[in-house]
């Protein structure tokens, strides 16, 4: 089962090393959903692959995006098209999609704490019918947000 799902847990594990991973290999499309984005490597990995040619598209929860910390101003400065969720009352998902051929998904907030202090976790979903119902939720969130 490991190819088709892995595990990943934090503090002190490299959660968010896995993440830029999954970025990196992207080759196509990145659709991320994400409560907090404060941890500079992720952006940095979001930004590469924009740089690249892969479509990237974020949705960030509005409150969090507020936070000083937030880099949702470096992505939409990259051209990154990027929403601050302002329908639901937390956009508390955290997931990726990577490809429409992967999903990631878990408590994991793309942030130094939950990398380095927090009790997190992150999953790896290499199911397509995992993936097709996660793509098929950013698509209506992304549409309820334009």
């Not at 690249?52 to 910390?69: E, H, S, W």
Request: proline content about 1%.
């Amino acid at each position: 089962m490991a190819r088709y799902v892995s595990s990943y847990f934090s503090p002190d594990r490299g959660t968010a090393d896995i993440i830029v991973g999954f970025i990196s290999k992207c080759q196509k499309t990145l659709d991320v959903a994400i409560y907090s984005l404060t941890h500079d490597k992720i952006t940095e990995a979001l930004l590469d692959a924009h740089s690249r040619g892969v479509k990237v598209r974020v949705l960030i929860d509005k409150t969090q995006a507020g936070n000083r910390y937030a880099d949702d101003e470096k992505l939409l400065d990259a051209g990154i098209p990027l929403l601050r969720d302002r329908v639901s009352g937390l956009m508390h998902n955290k997931f990726v999609i990577g490809d429409g051929k992967a999903v990631g998904t878990g408590s994991f907030n793309w942030s130094k704490s939950a990398d380095e202090k927090n009790a997190e976790n992150f999953v790896i979903i290499r199911l397509s019918y995992v993936v097709r119902q996660f793509q098929q939720e950013f698509e209506k969130l992304w549409k309820k947000n334009l």
